[in-house]
């Protein structure tokens, strides 16, 4: 079974969620038996690498139109590596890649993994809305990344009939066991007892109304991750006076599961329907940890069960957000239980080997279907 993955950037060029999630992936379909290949764009480097045993083609990017890489050599590499594979899975939003697909010609079994809506370019998505609606009817199978989501994209309800939901899952296997050394620096950096968010720092993710939480409140929180939005945010910190928010940056692998087992509690304030799951979020549900989110109707809200493996506020609500954090700082006890029930949780519903499974019970059933 040979499949080949398609979106707009991949490891090493970029490190996010929805590039964890294919990575994870290819990880656990491959020990099913599964070769996976990869296409993406890039800024430079070489043409084709491994990454985690992953074969990646990467074609030079022309020109950008709001986050959209566009690539003409993309087209022709797509219907290429297209003849020598069993099953094409796309992984949405991606514009460009719609195009692609009409432009190479593409005939084999395909499935799209619908990541999330397209949230802040309402104007050209009007215009591209269009495209979109014929790429995803073209395709033989969409995959929901959670029911909630399912639940309240009326992109996807329009394509309910050949819709599916398969949930993220992680590896904990795959992630570095971190030194007693190295947990004794975090440890002497940021504390016995802090708040964690981990994520790039885009503007979805509700950062600003994190810091305006802290306003009010003095609990120590460590921010892991760079991005976009980094330089506002610190800003934003500076302006309000807070003392006990500490921006990491992007840290190694190693670094991160120290941070993530050392922390009290994950907070995710992430505000818009564009943080469509929530991978860090996951992540602190596998280290069992209780965690804050907001309900934005997406997959945050089916990894963190209110009032059970942590707390869910309205968005954009510094108070509510504040008061959660007291709610869990101040009753250690219930904390504990709740990060308990988080990691049974992600045990029995989040794992890469389920993940893996039910993608590799697709794969089959699309490569056997007539044509």
């Known amino acids: 079974m040979r499949v080949l993955h398609v979106y707009k950037s991949y490891y090493p060029d970029t490190w996010g ?32 690498l491994e990454f985690d045993g992953l074969t990646v083609h990467r074609v030079p990017m022309n020109f950008e139109i709001a986050s959209t890489g566009f690539s ?17 899975h796309y992984h949405f939003p991606w514009p460009f890649m719609d195009i692609a697909h009409f432009a190479a010609r593409i005939k084999k079994p395909s499935v799209v993994t619908y990541h999330s809506d397209i949230v802040r370019q309402k104007n050209l998505l009007r215009l591209y809305s269009p495209l979109k609606h014929r790429f995803l009817q073209s395709v033989d199978t969409v995959i929901a990344s959670s029911p909630n989501y399912m639940a309240s994209s009326p992109v996807l309800r329009r394509f ?3 819709t599916r939901t398969i949930t993220y899952g ?49 609990y ?49 304030p992430s505000h818009l329907r564009s943080e469509a799951f929530g991978i860090s979020l996951l992540e602190g549900a596998m280290f069992g940890k209780p965690m804050i989110s907001s309900e934005i109707g997406t997959g945050t809200t089916y990894i963190n069960i209110d009032n059970d493996t942590g707390l869910v506020v309205p968005p954009d609500d510094p108070a509510a957000l504040g008061a959660a954090m007291r709610a869990l700082w101040e009753d250690p006890q219930r904390a504990a239980e709740m990060g308990r029930r988080a990691e049974a949780r992600y045990w029995e519903l989040f794992t890469a080997e389920k993940m893996a499974a039910n993608y590799y019970a697709l794969y089959r059933e699309l490569a056997a279907t007539p044509r």
């Not at 964690?196 to 802290?214: E, P, Q, S, T, W």
């Open 17 to 48: 969620g929805i590039e964890q999630v294919i990575r994870q992936l290819c990880v656990g379909t491959e020990r099913l038996g599964v070769t996976n290949e990869m296409l993406t764009l890039s800024r430079g480097g070489p043409p084709v």
């Open 72 to 88: 003409l050599a993309a087209i022709r590499k797509l219907a290429r590596l297209a003849r020598d594979v069993d099953v094409i």
């Open 160 to 162: 309910a009939h050949k």
């Open 170 to 218: 992680l590896d904990k296997a795959v992630y570095p066991k971190a030194s007693e050394e190295l947990k004794a620096k975090w440890r002497a950096q940021c504390g016995e007892r802090f708040f964690l968010f981990v994520g790039v720092l885009r503007y979805y993710k509700g950062l600003h109304i994190l810091l305006d939480a802290m306003a009010n409140v003095d």
């Open 220 to 268: 120590p929180v460590v921010i892991v991750g760079a991005g976009p939005t980094e330089r506002e945010l610190k800003e934003h910190a500076q302006r309000l006076g807070l003392t006990h928010v500490q921006f990491i940056g992007a840290v190694e692998e190693e670094d991160k599961a120290a941070l993530l087992e050392l922390s009290y509690a994950m907070v995710f």
